[in-house]
């Protein structure tokens, strides 16, 4: 049976290779963004559908879930990679701009696990994908959004996961521990593979989505060769 | 020199045990809550002052801060208690509620912090308290609001200490794994201090403080002697 | 080019497992355990070659990679899965197997990883597995050897991946959080895939092998879907 | 009733700054080292005795507890400072070096773990402290057989806290991240205060030992003010 796969958040590299793999084994693909223009050429070129959601809005994300399933059928694996971030000294940060950092990054990855969740739970089975980042696991100085924001997305995976998996829903928490390649940010000439493979990423996705139940990964953190840490 | 405390959140039992044993130690205390009328006897039993605070509220903190600073002085040393959670089945939780807890749990702790800060620095220094909970280092099932919450305020505390203490400001993050004994929770009989006595955790804050700044602390867990963990 | 394997420890399922998988997917494989004798139909079957080795002896393990490297080739790929462990009330501990736990569960990881490492810095890559299990993570009461150990062998693996990756050596460490089903340990009827499945496992190990350098995991935990966390 | 308290590895100044704070507070003082006659002037100077001990043998470890129980009475506290390590390049490192760096660090805190809770399961109280270091948490590059050391001292005051602590004996492990003062290490004058003053730490370990079995800490960890992290 074909699977469906819901991707939220699909401005950066990672969801567009996601989209392709998971496209280039089999399943069907539902992108969605605030700003799905973007999408037009990806999605027409992996005959995906796309679709226009905030994610951090709890009327958008309910709305999102019932197009995909109207369109598509029930997702069968949800990826959620949103986040937002603003940056600098803490006592110069915009109090507007964290409480936006804290609810893309964290709040929308309640609203769409809990709308994926609900379905799941339904037919039983299911996926439930988080993207974290190096700030998921150490707040770094003049940070301190990112890290509000990744830290409490993990926190909610982990509670996901001690509630769904025995519902054999999988839950998983990848933290990208690095800059991720895109054409802002190409891998450097002189230090090659420094930069995260989007498609490397994509795969270990795909790897963790195929665990037989009798051996699922929580979390997988993943980084460059030379990158310290 | 008298040193001033702003203890913010007063409900439990950990807040009137701290104002008392910082009160106790010739400090003076200010205490901020919601429903600041619960506080006046506490509040004349020690000599403090009290305030209405809504520790989630980009307008209330700055307010906060200058009424205590305009009473007492500016604050040397800022408590951050207030949490507020919802539990349940992960897809029975009410989005409204959810965004409450994190508002409350971690953007509160942001505000506050923000704001504890912007004097500190002037000042050259200050400590900063953050009280978190075991849903801070571990998600429970059925928990996702407070354990998004605390993740997100350790997430803050880290991030706050990595860029605060060069600059003289001691932050440090307190993992509460147990149950505080309370009025409403009094120790069991038949099982003596296997709920965490306020007195106790209120003397370790206060260790704390008084770290020379060659050896500070950032994060301390407390728990009963015969709390599984 | 045919890689090399090299598994160290092959008493449990889990190696014979990843010995299977590595021969399915190309590669020749060696088998080193103190008892060899129990492998001969493991190695008969896949074609592997198996060796007499005491992982935790300064002399047996330079032995063994000359022997391995003098029949098949310098390993590409090596695993360390050998573990010993006592358990009881810690007064009741006898020192001596106390010992042999933390020389057989993490020294002998020393003497592996460092013959291993030898080889492939002066070859530019290679692979250095490590299989830890809950108790790397966490110390159970009642169990402190297994803790020493392979909180010890943890610790191996994190300095080895800081040190080695940035020359093209791949180290990774894999939490096993469950029981490994095997003859002794099946999988209970009435609750199926509540233990590990090796061949679960294995794939996930295999997984971990072809990362690319640009997104590399070093830590990857694994349980069974009702496994209580 | 005076408190007992044996220090085991009185090498660093840490150990020296915990007698002379212990003696301040009323105990008696009992001094274990490889060296003891190093120990000469220290034990003049706050009325300790002295005792020869090699904390890695199995049969030195029993009879300094059956001399100090002699001499001064069981102890009520016991600190574990020990710790051996040799550094380089791992596959330059000796393996007799590596196999004494986890037998003096880690095994060497189990001998006296285990001959400290005998006695005090029998006497129903006690504390047993481990001083733990940045390596056991984080294993660094060229310096594999510290973090063993050290990650596997961690598993043993994790696995012992579980089983001693519903015991009434408090287990305590520090994590000093940063260099100690000491004769050798002068603090730097352009950078006061940014190496740990051991007299700073002690006093934390004397707050954790006076802590009410209500509000137990395991894990504290101190570095100073600007130590990066």
Not at 174 to 187: E, L, Q, T
Not at 192 to 206: E, F, M, R, V
Request: include cysteine; glycine fraction near 10%.
């Amino acid at each position: 049976m074909t699977e469906i796969a819901l991707i939220v958040g699909t401005g950066s590299g990672l969801s567009a290779s996601l989209a392709r793999l998971f496209a280039k084994n089999g399943m069907k693909v539902a992108l969605a963004s605030r700003k799905p223009q973007k999408l037009d050429a990806l999605a027409r070129e992996i005959g995906a559908r796309h679709y226009a959601c905030d994610a951090s809005s709890r009327s958008d994300v309910p709305a999102l879930f019932k197009s995909v399933t109207a369109d598509l059928g029930a997702p069968d694996l949800v990826v959620y990679n949103p986040s937002y971030r603003t940056r600098g000294p803490l006592i110069e940060l915009d109090p507007v701009e964290v409480e936006k950092a804290l609810m893309v990054t964290c709040y929308g990855g309640f609203l769409v696990g809990q709308a994926a969740a609900r379905q799941m739970l339904e037919r039983g089975h299911g996926s439930i994908l988080f993207t974290g980042a190096s700030a998921s696991v150490k707040g770094y100085a003049q940070s301190a959004p990112f890290a509000m924001g990744k830290f409490g997305l993990r926190g909610l995976a982990q509670s996901m996961a001690r509630e769904l998996q025995p519902k054999n829903i999988h839950v998983a928490h990848f933290v990208i521990d690095g800059g991720v390649r895109s054409a802002r940010r190409p891998d450097p000439n002189e230090r090659p593979d420094s930069t995260l493979d989007p498609g490397g990423i994509a795969q270990t996705y795909l790897d963790v989505l195929r665990q037989p139940r009798s051996a699922w990964s929580l979390e997988v953190e993943m980084r460059p060769w030379v990158e310290p840490f």
